[in-house]
C-alpha cells in the first residue's frame, strides 16, 4: 500500500475546514496589522496540511504534504482569481513565490511531524 488518497483528500479537507474555522475567530480579533494577520493564515492553512497530511498517509508523508500544499495554493489562486476578480495570472513570479512558500511550510511542518512521531516511538538514538 503506498499513497492513499482518501487520507490526502480528508487532510485537504480538515485543512481547509480547520483554516476558514480559525480564520473567522481570528476576524474578530483586532490585529491592526495585516501582514500578522496573512502569516497567521499561511502557518495554518500550510501547516495544517504538512502535520495532517504527514500523520494520516503514513507510507508517502512527504508527497502528500507537497500535493497538499499544492492543491490549496491553487485552490486559492482560483479562488483570487474568478470570486474576487484579483488578477493573480498576471504575475508568474508572484505564482511561484505562493507555491513555493506553501510547499516550503507544509514540508517543514510534515519534517517535524515525521521527527517527533519517530523520535516517540524511539526510532532514533
Known sequence: ???NTMKFLQAVGVSI??????SFILGFIPINNFAIF??????LAYGSIGY???KWNLQ?????AYLGAVVIALI???????????LVFVDAGSIARSISLAVIVS?????????????REGALS
Do not use: D, R
Not at 76 to 86: K, V, Y
Not at 107 to 119: D, G, L, Q, R, Y
Open 17 to 22: 475546514l480547520l483554516t476558514v474555522v480559525i
Open 52 to 54: 495532517f497530511g504527514a
Open 38 to 43: 496573512l502569516f497567521i493564515q499561511t502557518i
Open 1 to 3: 500500500m503506498m499513497f
Open 76 to 86: 486559492n489562486l482560483l479562488l483570487s482569481h474568478f470570486i474576487f476578480n484579483i
Open 107 to 119: 514540508m517543514m511542518f510534515a519534517v517535524v511531524t515525521i521527527f517527533i512521531k519517530n523520535k
Open 60 to 64: 508517502a508523508p512527504y508527497t502528500a
